[in-house]
């Protein structure tokens, strides 16, 4: 029942799990933790966390106790509707229920502090967690960085990744395509440039979003031909394909450039592709 209830929700079958929970309960078959934690992840997922706190009370009565999978939903939950002080609140109280916070669960906070622009709380659960022995990951780090950059605190961002590196996280392609975008957004072009050709001599392999970032910024910068010779240097890379957004990104400059014949043989080239124009 579980297996196929988590199958319905990860299908937005929402409706027929919940059947089929029914369905399950009419049978006499006893739910578990992790059938109700995945209806409960399903609710947060919506944004439905009143109807998710309803079923972790039904939980709590059958003799099921949550555990921080399951607190971890009502988190996310709580973040996704940007209602950050109810979430701080669950979260403090998760010691007093016998649940211990995770990498994964602090991780989660500090997105929403992110999101939400409140950096100072985010930043001090990061040293909370180091504070408590809990070792933050490449996606905890690399949270902050994107949250810096959107926000263009570039120089916090910067620390942030001495102080990733320094902790023994390497960053990783979404790392650097989150301080990539940003400094292409404020004209740090060659900078961004620069970065580039470093990792490309690192032991990471740019990937098709890192490419499709520095194209469009090289196109909006007038700097077209170096943008057509980036597309045609993905476009001969064995494990990447340019992607709908990378295509769509070179047409449109190639247009804006007066090159439409170039941009037209393009577009009957993404038209054989996996990618069809949309």
Same mark, same amino acid.
């Given at each position: 029942?579980?297996?196929? *209830?988590?199958?319905?929700?990860?299908?937005?079958? =929402?409706?027929?799990?919940?059947?089929?929970? !029914?369905?399950?309960?009419?049978?006499?078959? +006893?739910?578990?933790?992790?059938?109700?934690?995945?209806? +409960?992840?399903? $609710?947060?997922?919506? !944004?439905?966390?009143?109807?998710?706190?309803? +079923?972790v009370k039904v939980m709590m009565q059958k003799?099921?106790?949550?555990?921080?999978?399951?607190?971890?939903?009502?988190?996310?939950?709580?973040?996704?509707?940007? /209602?950050?002080?109810?979430?701080?609140?669950?979260?403090?109280?998760?010691?007093?229920?016998?649940?211990?916070?995770?990498?994964?669960?602090?991780?989660?906070?500090?997105?929403?502090?992110?999101?939400? !622009?409140? $950096?100072?709380?985010?930043?001090?659960?990061?040293?909370?967690?180091?504070?408590?022995?809990?070792?933050?990951?490449?996606?905890?780090?690399?949270?902050?960085?994107?949250?810096?950059?959107?926000?263009?605190?570039?120089?916090?961002?910067?620390?942030?990744?001495?102080?990733?590196?320094?902790? !023994?996280?390497?960053?990783?392609?979404?790392?650097?395509?989150?301080?990539?975008?940003?400094?292409?957004? *404020?004209?740090?072009?060659?900078?961004?440039?620069?970065?580039?050709? /470093?990792? =490309?001599?690192?032991?990471?392999?740019?990937?098709?979003?890192?490419?499709?970032?520095? +194209?469009?910024?090289?196109?909006?910068?007038?700097?077209?031909?170096?943008?057509?010779?980036? $597309?045609?240097?993905?476009?001969?890379?064995?494990?990447?394909?340019?992607?709908?957004?990378?295509?769509?990104?070179?047409?449109?400059?190639?247009?804006?450039?007066?090159?439409?014949?170039?941009?037209?043989?393009? $577009?009957?080239?993404?038209?054989?592709?996996?990618?069809?124009?949309?």
């Amino acid at each position: 029942y579980s297996c196929l *209830i988590h199958g319905l929700c990860a299908s937005s079958r =929402k409706n027929e799990a919940i059947l089929l929970f !029914g369905e399950m309960l009419e049978m006499n078959v +006893i739910p578990n933790v992790v059938t109700y934690t995945i209806l +409960i992840d399903s $609710f947060c997922k919506d !944004g439905m966390v009143r109807e998710a706190k309803a +079923i972790v009370k039904v939980m709590m009565q059958k003799g099921q106790h949550p555990d921080i999978v399951t607190y971890n939903s009502l988190l996310d939950g709580y973040c996704l509707r940007n /209602e950050l002080d109810k979430a701080r609140n669950l979260f403090n109280s998760l010691g007093s229920m016998e649940c211990e916070p995770t990498v994964y669960t602090y991780t989660m906070m500090i997105n929403g502090y992110c999101k939400s !622009g409140r $950096f100072s709380e985010a930043k001090q659960l990061l040293n909370d967690m180091i504070k408590k022995d809990l070792v933050p990951n490449t996606v905890t780090y690399t949270t902050l960085v994107d949250g810096f950059c959107r926000a263009g605190r570039f120089k916090d961002a910067e620390t942030v990744l001495k102080e990733m590196c320094h902790h !023994g996280q390497l960053p990783n392609v979404v790392t650097y395509n989150s301080l990539l975008n940003g400094w292409c957004k *404020i004209g740090h072009l060659d900078k961004a440039l620069a970065l580039f050709q /470093e990792i =490309k001599s690192s032991r990471l392999k740019p990937d098709v979003v890192m490419y499709t970032i520095l +194209i469009d910024s090289l196109w909006k910068a007038g700097r077209g031909k170096e943008a057509r010779d980036m $597309f045609s240097e993905l476009s001969k890379e064995r494990d990447l394909q340019p992607n709908s957004y990378t295509y769509t990104t070179v047409i449109d400059g190639l247009c804006r450039h007066g090159l439409v014949d170039e941009a037209y043989d393009l $577009f009957r080239t993404m038209e054989r592709s996996i990618f069809p124009p949309d």
